[in-house]
């Protein structure tokens, strides 16, 4: 292809001939300007009619000009390329390069060595900008065979010296995995840059060979911004989040500016270990140096001020955004979530909604564990809706273990089992969440058969977690036989060392059958440091069997390990109290007081109509309280002349009896429960959840309740559910 000039108008036209004209003529027309600024294909179109008008596609230049816009601009389309490479006479070695690029972006690796066989087939030999976008297409290939063979014809057109084509090189071996070879090719050349060692780092931290990535990254002569990175976010990547801030200071004491990709990988590294110091010098960094309009860093800041515990700065910054994407929502969600912040949480996604933003699977992920915590039954049926909808194909196994947990902690757990039995690929993730359901539902006996289907079937070997559900299970239906023989399985058959979870669940199993001398064995024969959860399973423990002495001991210890918790104190007032030993339970409450420390208030949560509505103990605040309360009176009522009598011996003060009736009567349970009664149809199931344990006068005030208005209520405390029908518990009344 060639061009001879001819005259048309005040333009020039190219006319097929054997060279080129020369470059001053063909830049002078203003398609080839037009084109340097299209940014769209539609327009490309436009502009490529023109070229044929005047005959620029019979120069080679030209060509070479349009095929770059199709094969490599983010606007163009490469199958476009390939129609008008396919009608080029004798292409030259800037097409054929820039073709093999556009292949090397896309996902046709193989038409990249097709175009490079075509190109030696036609006499023409590549040159150094020929080889590293062959061997970036061979680094999408199965195996290095392929790029290997390209590696022989580096050095048949002697290219090997080339320092682009060594960094290439070293690249394409190191992501196959190959790293002896890239190895061999990095200390057979003198060619030894910032940029070939960070190939081969970058390849030694993608196997995991953080120690030899860092041995190499030490012998770097000069570092440049994007070595200092690869190494950083190698840390960060393999959870070596310490040592990636550490190399972060190195880097500034070495005063080399940070980029964009250096200051996400410490920010990312910042929210993992809490590090808010360096998240403050980094956001007064990216303001000092005009930054803050960068999206990306901003949404990253967001997410480490808010898994710093910092709520109140990472809400500003999200507030501040004035065109926020999906990814600043999910931060901020995700955000309120990490921190137990759960309505907040929620109300964050209705104001997505009210901002018509499509939510993610990500989205999802971290807005439905809120859901579960409270009890959000409504919001996560939507949710499933708009999952099964959007994403019902979405190969994402997290999304649907995420909805069977939500529904089983929103006690809706023939929901959950629908899902389970419902998805095609489980994981172990999935099975664990189901086991753990079942268990916390009191289902005992399906949770261990579900395990034993697992692990006889050899579909997924338990792990850790399994056996805290299987255990749980136990512990929650007293088979203290079962727990010992399951708990014996996972050392002997699993070769699974105990954790402080397993010990807890066996200390609380044995401790709730009042065996304490084999709980105590146990304690003593554990390999790792009790902390205050067993301490505190045998303090509960001992409230329950009013095992004084033990009691004192194990709130010694907890007083030791928990200083500050006031939960081990109000226990041990809670056994003195049953005790009669009201001196001490006033020597208990005075040192909470002078320790300045509170009860963690008792707090429950119902649904009704999508709004999550939250009671304390003699809550008032409500804007239905005088109807609330006027239910209350008439519960009490009917409950005694149903012949309930209020077991006052569960309030530890040493009052007069008909104050202690009136304390019972408001717990926030029944408050909920009588919101729940006005503010639904007869006949609807109440589900409340609290955040304590369900104290025994509520317990059995609720299953008469059940009863008289003919209500099921399914109530999920701090360890398990009760499921309260026509008088009865499903737990048996062991809890």
């Given amino acids: 292809m060639a061009s001879v000039i001819a005259s048309s108008s005040n333009l020039l036209h190219f006319l097929p001939s054997s060279t080129d004209p020369p470059y001053?003529?063909?830049?002078?027309?203003?398609?080839?300007?037009?084109?340097?600024?299209?940014?769209?294909?539609?327009?490309?179109?436009?502009?490529?009619?023109?070229?044929?008008?005047?005959?620029?596609?019979?120069?080679?230049?030209?060509?070479?000009?349009?095929?770059?816009?199709?094969?490599?601009?983010?606007?163009?389309?490469?199958?476009?390329?390939?129609?008008?490479?396919?009608?080029?006479?004798?292409?030259?070695?800037?097409?054929?390069?820039?073709?093999?690029?556009?292949?090397?972006?896309?996902?046709?690796?193989?038409?990249?060595?097709?175009?490079?066989?075509?190109?030696?087939?036609?006499?023409?030999?590549?040159?150094?900008?020929?080889?590293?976008?062959?061997?970036?297409?061979?680094?999408?290939?199965?195996?290095?065979?392929?790029?290997?063979?390209?590696?022989?014809?580096?050095?048949?057109?002697?290219?090997?010296?080339?320092?682009?084509?060594?960094?290439?090189?070293?690249?394409?071996?190191?992501?196959?995995?190959?790293?002896?070879?890239?190895?061999?090719?990095?200390?057979?050349?003198?060619?030894?840059?910032?940029?070939?060692?960070?190939?081969?780092?970058?390849?030694?931290?993608?196997?995991?060979?953080?120690?030899?990535?860092?041995?190499?990254?030490?012998?770097?002569?000069?570092?440049?911004?994007?070595?200092?990175?690869?190494?950083?976010?190698?840390?960060?990547?393999?959870?070596?989040?310490?040592?990636?801030?550490?190399?972060?200071?190195?880097?500034?004491?070495?005063?080399?500016?940070?980029?964009?990709?250096?200051?996400?990988?410490?920010?990312?590294?910042?929210?993992?270990?809490?590090?808010?110091?360096?998240?403050?010098?980094?956001?007064?960094?990216?303001?000092?140096?005009?930054?803050?309009?960068?999206?990306?860093?901003?949404?990253?800041?967001?997410?480490?001020?808010?898994?710093?515990?910092?709520?109140?700065?990472?809400?500003?910054?999200?507030?501040?955004?004035?065109?926020?994407?999906?990814?600043?929502?999910?931060?901020?969600?995700?955000g309120y979530t990490h921190m137990s912040e759960y309505k907040n949480a929620l109300e964050m996604f209705h104001l997505l909604q009210l901002n018509n933003v499509q939510p993610n699977d990500v989205t999802f992920l971290n807005i439905i564990p809120a859901c579960a915590q409270l009890g959000a039954l409504d919001l996560g049926k939507w949710m499933h809706t708009y999952i099964e909808k959007h994403y019902h194909d979405f190969p994402n196994e997290t999304l649907w273990t995420s909805l069977i947990n939500m529904y089983a902690k929103c006690g809706n757990i023939e929901a959950a089992k629908q899902i389970f039995y419902g998805t095609k690929t489980k994981s172990l993730a999935s099975w664990n969440a189901m086991i753990s359901g079942l268990a916390m539902h009191g289902d005992a006996s399906k949770a261990i058969n579900l395990f034993s289907k697992m692990a006889k079937e050899g579909l997924f070997k338990p792990d850790e977690i399994t056996f805290v559900s299987v255990l749980s299970a136990c512990c929650h239906a007293g088979l203290v036989d079962l727990g010992r023989q399951i708990f014996k399985s996972m050392v002997q058959d699993y070769n699974i060392s105990p954790q402080l979870q397993h010990y807890g669940c066996m200390i609380d199993l044995l401790g709730r059958a009042g065996l304490f001398e084999e709980a105590m064995e146990l304690v003593d024969r554990m390999e790792i440091e009790p902390d205050g959860a067993i301490w505190g399973s045998i303090l509960g423990a001992c409230r329950i069997h009013k095992n004084l002495e033990l009691g004192e001991f194990a709130a010694e210890?907890?007083?030791?390990?928990?200083?500050?918790?006031?939960?081990?104190?109000?226990?041990?007032?809670?056994?003195?109290?049953?005790?009669?030993?009201?001196?001490e339970v006033a020597r208990i409450r005075t040192l909470l007081k002078d320790k300045g420390m509170k009860k963690v208030p008792g707090s429950t949560s119902i649904e009704v109509d999508g709004t999550v509505h939250e009671f304390l103990v003699s809550d008032q605040t409500h804007l239905r309280s005088e109807e609330i309360y006027m239910m209350l009176d008439e519960i009490d009522t009917v409950l005694e002349k149903a012949g309930h009598v209020p077991d006052t011996s569960e309030v530890y003060y040493d009052v007069d009896e008909e104050l202690k009736e009136g304390v019972l009567c408001e717990h926030s349970e029944k408050l909920a429960i009588a919101f729940g009664l006005i503010s639904t149809k007869p006949g609807t199931t109440l589900r409340i959840v609290k955040n304590l344990r369900v104290c025994g006068n509520c317990h059995s005030a609720t299953k008469l309740i059940s009863k008289v208005y003919d209500r099921e209520i399914i109530a999920r405390d701090r360890s398990r559910f009760h499921r309260f029908k026509d008088g009865s518990c499903s737990c048996m009344d062991y809890w």
């Avoid at 007083?559 to 009201?582: D, M, Q, T, V």
Wanted: aromatic share 12%.
């Fill in 24 to 334: 001053e003529l063909l830049k002078e027309n203003p398609s080839l300007s037009l084109l340097s600024k299209c940014t769209s294909f539609k327009t490309f179109k436009q502009i490529h009619s023109h070229f044929i008008k005047f005959g620029l596609h019979n120069t080679q230049f030209a060509v070479s000009k349009l095929i770059d816009f199709c094969a490599v601009s983010p606007h163009g389309n490469l199958s476009y390329a390939v129609s008008i490479f396919d009608s080029i006479h004798n292409p030259n070695h800037v097409i054929y390069n820039t073709m093999i690029r556009g292949y090397s972006l896309g996902s046709a690796p193989k038409s990249a060595l097709n175009c490079y066989v075509k190109m030696l087939f036609f006499g023409l030999e590549p040159n150094s900008y020929t080889f590293p976008f062959l061997l970036k297409s061979c680094t999408k290939l199965p195996t290095a065979q392929t790029g290997k063979q390209v590696h022989g014809h580096v050095f048949k057109f002697g290219l090997d010296s080339d320092v682009y084509v060594h960094t290439s090189l070293i690249n394409m071996y190191a992501h196959h995995g190959d790293l002896d070879d890239a190895r061999m090719v990095f200390d057979k050349s003198p060619l030894r840059d910032a940029v070939s060692f960070t190939a081969l780092i970058t390849g030694y931290l993608s196997r995991g060979y953080v120690d030899r990535a860092r041995e190499l990254f030490d012998e770097i002569p000069v570092r440049d911004v994007v070595s200092w990175n690869a190494m950083i976010s190698g840390y960060a990547q393999t959870g070596k989040f310490d040592e990636a801030l550490s190399l972060f200071r190195e880097m500034r004491n070495a005063e080399v500016a940070p980029d964009v990709s250096t200051l996400l990988s410490v920010l990312s590294a910042c929210a993992r270990v809490g590090e808010i110091e360096t998240g403050d010098w980094i956001r007064l960094w990216i303001e000092e140096n005009r930054l803050d309009s960068n999206l990306q860093l901003v949404n990253a800041m967001i997410d480490m001020y808010a898994k710093c515990g910092n709520l109140h700065t990472a809400r500003k910054l999200f507030d501040g955004i004035k065109e926020k994407d999906i990814v600043s929502w999910n931060v901020m969600i995700g």
């Fill in 557 to 583: 210890k907890l007083f030791k390990i928990e200083p500050n918790n006031p939960g081990s104190y109000i226990l041990l007032s809670n056994i003195y109290a049953r005790a009669g030993k009201w001196d």
